[in-house]
């Protein structure tokens, strides 16, 4: 994406989403060549409000000091052209570009490939010819894509290059001119390391998506994994300014789970669940459940989802009974993307972009990344939520993606089954599909009233829940093909919690990583064997030596002279047990953690070595940790909390000695001020 941003307080008043550049859509073969000019366009930018911060530093604007409490949502019921939007399938830097890829939309089997100009494509996976997948095929040297069952080639463009048994030159022109021999492409295009492509194909598809915007996060242009985003210079020295546009993104995180889309975010809206579910990752869920309220910023609407606060900022988002250091907010964006944006009083701001792809029923791709911008002060260190955001910016992408079970598969079972039990009316039917109730439509369609009719949630804390399936009720359902069965609850562990074919297969990250620990378990275990042969050999023969020489001259036993038996065996034994023992250990570890790459089981009745590891180290836990502090000064530079936050004054203080600054110091609000000065807490656009 050519879209230059950084992080201005602007960014707040630009519309949220961005639209594909023409030059990077990628253009369908012969047979969509004459697209028709008339088109619906189902989707819009809207603007939201700046969020506003705390106390002096930042005085709370007058929208958010009247924020809107009214009745949930006012959009009228109108569906959601669900197809006729973007959808994140891949993570760039995860998959393999000398193969091709595999992936489902809303029960669709569509292949990622990279052609010979170095351009991502998505293609409907069917061969024209006899329908076998392409993503069984080959890239092919030439940047064609080979179909492995009859060796039929097409270019990026989906136009049959090449058809082996033609009987001449001029009888295979003939058929690969005909549009039939395309292979059906789908508008694509790359920004943010992912993979995008347009939710349906057809002869409208890509001038339909030339009108529609992207989900994009502005906040991570320019950020990168473990790289800092090109922050501003200072006008006077050129130097850059430290708090402000300096950022970094954590690696994108993708995986496949096996519950729906609904399921997905009911859960990950719901602040309450995450301290009870994700015990010893984020919280504790004997101390920390709190109450809280939703109060709505942006009213729900067809295109634009809703944002709430969620007000105090209970843990893990805060200390338990100190709510007055951070604050939350959760963005509901059509089709896929959910946005979770966190600020502490001093400036640090943590947000999450989640996005949770419909492949088919029952199942999503989940991906996830967060950016995370350091503000002034220390205290931020000691909160929770920072501190584990903070230790996935300097892992590697494999360890990043390795411990993501540990959260996930906490709820994982919960959320299969319990989608499940309600589109059943209630019942747990272990094995059983469920089938549509309309044979028009697929069998997650009533799923809205079906949970309406079910659960009981009498409280505030379930407010946006409600939002969500309200939403959905009046724009949805997702757009399956009519009579698809929603499949049975999974009762097999070792199935459900597999890690191998929902990430690992297609992670080139775990993929080096798996072989690397495979390798380096075998040394382990070669080198603990050799040792062990020295020390047995030369020790034994030591021994016997011993043995004869004491029983031949003085006639005590071995036994007797523990001292000098002990004594008589050489130091190369000892050392060569003790790397025996070590080595050893380290081939058992290391083929205990590459179980990871096959499957991780939860269960919340059992205490986990795992998650309990976690928090030994202090990163469930609000409070100082060694380990943080480290990866602060590594990240942000030592003493980052006093040297930004003195930038944060001395930048504030610039302007209000400005021309500028004092016409305006009469009129506006603390808050106005720092926002132009730039000594704010939120990411600003660059003009």
């Known amino acids: 994406m050519s879209v230059s941003l950084s992080f201005r307080h602007k960014c707040f008043h630009k519309s949220r989403r961005h639209r594909a550049p023409r030059s990077q859509h990628y253009l369908p073969c012969r047979r969509y060549a004459s697209a028709s000019s008339s088109f619906q366009t189902s989707s819009s930018s809207s603007s939201s409000s700046s969020p506003g911060s705390w106390r002096t530093r930042v005085a709370i604007t007058d929208a958010d000091a009247t924020l809107d409490t009214s009745v949930i949502g006012e959009s009228p019921k109108v569906p959601y052209a669900f197809k006729k939007q973007w959808y994140p399938l891949v993570v760039l830097d995860m998959i393999n570009p000398d193969l091709p890829h595999a992936v489902s939309l809303f029960g669709e089997r569509l292949v990622v490939w990279k052609d010979g100009q170095g ?75 992912l993979i995008w492509a347009w939710g349906e194909g057809g002869p409208d598809a890509l001038m339909e998506s030339m009108q529609v915007e992207a989900s994009l996060v502005p906040e991570m242009e320019g950020t990168g994994p473990s790289g800092v985003a090109p922050g501003e210079t200072d006008a006077e020295t050129g130097e850059p300014v430290p708090w402000n546009g300096g950022a970094y993104r954590n690696s994108w995180q993708c995986r496949d789970l096996p519950y729906g889309w609904a399921a997905f975010f009911e859960n990950a809206i719901d602040p309450a669940h995450a301290v009870v579910s994700h015990h010893a990752v984020v919280g504790d869920r004997y101390d920390d459940p709190a109450h809280f309220e939703c109060v709505t910023q942006r009213k729900m609407a067809a295109d634009t989802g809703f944002r709430c606060e969620v007000v105090p900022a209970v843990p893990p988002f805060n200390q338990p009974g100190d709510y007055d250091d951070a604050r939350v907010w959760y963005d509901f964006r059509p089709p896929c993307n959910l946005m979770i944006d966190w600020r502490h009083k001093e400036g640090s701001r943590l947000l999450t972009a989640h996005y949770a792809v419909p492949t088919k029923p029952g199942w999503i791709r989940h991906i996830v990344a967060t950016v995370a911008q350091r503000g002034g002060g220390d205290d931020v260190l000691s909160h929770r939520w920072w501190k584990l955001n903070l230790f996935t910016l300097t892992s590697p992408a494999w360890m990043t993606h390795v411990v993501g079970p540990t959260f996930l598969h906490q709820d994982m079972v919960l959320l299969h089954q319990q989608e499940k039990i309600v589109l059943s009316g209630g019942k747990f039917r272990d094995g059983v599909e469920i089938a549509p109730l309309n044979p028009d439509e697929a069998a997650e369609a009533p799923l809205p009233q079906m949970w309406k009719d079910l659960v009981y949630s009498p409280y505030p804390p379930d407010k946006m829940d409600i939002m969500f399936y309200q939403w959905v009720e009046k724009h949805g359902p997702l757009p399956y093909p009519p009579s698809m069965p929603f499949p049975a609850i999974e009762m097999d562990k070792a199935k459900l919690f597999d890690t191998r074919s929902v990430h690992t297969d297609y992670c080139t990250h775990c993929q080096g990583a798996e072989r690397n620990m495979k390798l380096g378990a075998t040394v382990s275990t070669v080198l603990s064997a050799a040792c062990a042969i020295v020390a047995l050999s030369i020790g034994s023969s030591s021994l016997y030596a011993h043995m004869s020489t004491v029983g031949a001259s003085s006639g005590v036993s071995v036994v007797d002279d523990i001292a000098g038996t002990v004594g008589a065996i050489p130091g190369i034994v000892w050392s060569s047990a003790y790397n025996a023992v070590t080595f050893g250990s380290l081939a058992y570890g290391l083929r205990i953690f590459l179980t990871l790459f096959e499957t991780y089981e939860y269960s919340h009745a059992e205490d986990n070595i795992v998650v309990e590891g976690m928090a030994s180290i202090g990163l469930a836990k609000d409070g100082p940790s060694l380990y943080i502090n480290a990866v602060d000064a590594f990240l942000f530079g030592p003493g980052s909390g006093k040297r930004i936050s003195d930038s944060m004054e001395k930048e504030g203080a610039r302007w209000e000695d400005s021309e500028e600054g004092q016409v305006a110091a009469s009129g506006v609000t603390a808050y106005e001020r720092m926002k132009h000065s730039g000594a704010t807490n939120a990411w600003r656009l660059k003009k």
């Open 119 to 193: 351009e991502w494509r998505v293609f409907e996976d069917r061969c024209p010819h006899r329908a076998a997948p392409l993503s069984e095929g080959r890239v092919e040297q030439d940047g064609t894509l080979m179909c492995a069952y009859h060796a039929w080639r097409f270019d990026g463009q989906g136009e049959c290059v090449s058809i082996p048994q033609s009987a001449d030159p001029e009888t295979q022109k003939r058929i690969v001119g005909n549009p039939r021999a395309c292979a059906t492409a789908r508008p694509s295009f790359v920004a943010q390391g």
